[in-house]
């Protein structure tokens, strides 16, 4: 499975920001998908999460109410909509694919990962 994100730049305090990406190959409709995201000098962080069918859903606290994920399976691709974002919302972010199918929250529980796109927020 190949990952291409895109959708990242420079936003205001407050702004919003859309985050695509796109695969290839592999059982994407079977796949679950995640966003994470890692700030300079942080540890990858989780940040949200969709299953299989895209039914259900998971965000980190940080995000919640500001964030959506969600899945287009035909097209193959899954999308972050990020809504006030603020400061600490920067860094580059990453989307990820599990062949475990239902949600899933740790790194090492992804198999293939996108090239980031960086989001920075000014104050």
């Known amino acids: 499975v190949q990952l291409q994100a895109s959708g990242g730049g420079l936003v205001q305090f407050g702004g919003s920001l859309r985050l695509s990406c796109a695969a290839s190959g592999g059982a994407f409709r079977s796949y679950s998908l995640g966003w994470f995201r890692q700030a300079p000098g942080k540890e990858r962080e989780f940040v949200a999460a969709i299953n299989w069918s895209g039914g259900s859903t998971y965000y980190v606290d940080s995000v919640k109410g500001r964030f959506t994920i969600s899945r287009d399976n035909a097209k193959k691709t899954v999308y972050l909509q990020m809504n006030r974002l603020k400061p600490d919302d920067t860094a580059v972010y990453y989307c990820?694919?599990?062949?475990?199918?239902?949600?899933?929250?740790?790194?090492?529980?992804?198999?293939?990962w996108g090239q980031g796109t960086q989001v920075t927020v000014s104050s």
């Open positions: 990820a694919s599990s062949s475990f199918g239902t949600i899933r929250i740790g790194v090492n529980e992804y198999e293939w």
